[in-house]
């Protein structure tokens, strides 16, 4: 099942198969809509494809099987369409390290404007807004390798908002950082979305995409399980691997409706009152 929207669909997998080198299939028949403006998490365990999906909607990576479109253009991998393509989908890695190399920062993230096209200016405009948006201006000299890991994370965020993409995709954003970082990022993803923004992110950590997600993705041995909102989602058994959010479980529990973070710490303040 999928949801249905009112905007016009962004990207579209057809029927879609994908395997490794080795033969070894990954992907199973996919059949996905995304529609624009959406705020979706992917869930699945370890090998359940995640990041081999996050390679299709980008063009990484070609499918054995099936077609993958963007508002209706199907993608033929030629050179100049992958780039244009790109150029509307950022993606940023789980491992920063493997996207930041420039000798600085600000030279890091105007690297991708630049091979766009843009002048020099532009693509110092374009870094000195993106930076300014992540909230790494102070840090816009020094070398990526002397970054903490949230502030690399966020350096990578960086690099691909210059480029001004209509679909972010970010593969484990929040693995390795603390509470506080994590919380910097959800807002940054926040406000990404509230731009309009398309956000896609996987994750392992159930309560973090049910704290911002508006659907779930949920993935499991390479096939689609699900594509559907919190209640539908968390109201059927899941595939070994996701847990059902805290706050969620504290709403079925009570009797109510799917609750927030928020609402879900209220209830329990409630109930400790009561006792």
Known sequence: MEIVLEEKEMIELQNVYSSYPDGTEVLKQINLTIKKGAKIAVLGASGSGKSTL??????????????????????????????????????????????LFAPTVEEDIMYGPLQLGWTMSEAKNASFEAMEACGILPLRYK???????????????????????????????????????VKKLTALINDFHNRGKTVIVST?????????????????????????TASIVFSETLPPGIEVPWAYEIGRINGSKPLTKTDALQVIRDLMTKM
């Open 54 to 99: 996050f390679h299709h909607f980008t063009g990484l990576v070609r499918p054995y099987k099936g077609t993958v479109s963007l508002n209706g253009e199907v993608l033929t991998y030629k050179k100049k369409q992958l780039q244009e393509w790109r150029r509307k989908i950022g993606f940023v890695m789980q491992n920063p390290d493997m996207q």
């Open 143 to 181: 070398p990526p390798h002397a970054l903490s890991m949230g502030e690399k994370k966020r350096a990578a965020i960086a690099g691909v908002a210059a480029m001004n993409p209509d679909v972010f995709i970010l593969d484990e954003p929040e693995a390795g950082l603390d509470p506080a970082n």
């Open 204 to 228: 392992h950590h159930v309560d973090f995409a049910y704290e911002w997600a508006d659907q779930f993705i949920i993935l499991d041995k390479g096939r689609l399980i699900r594509h559907d």
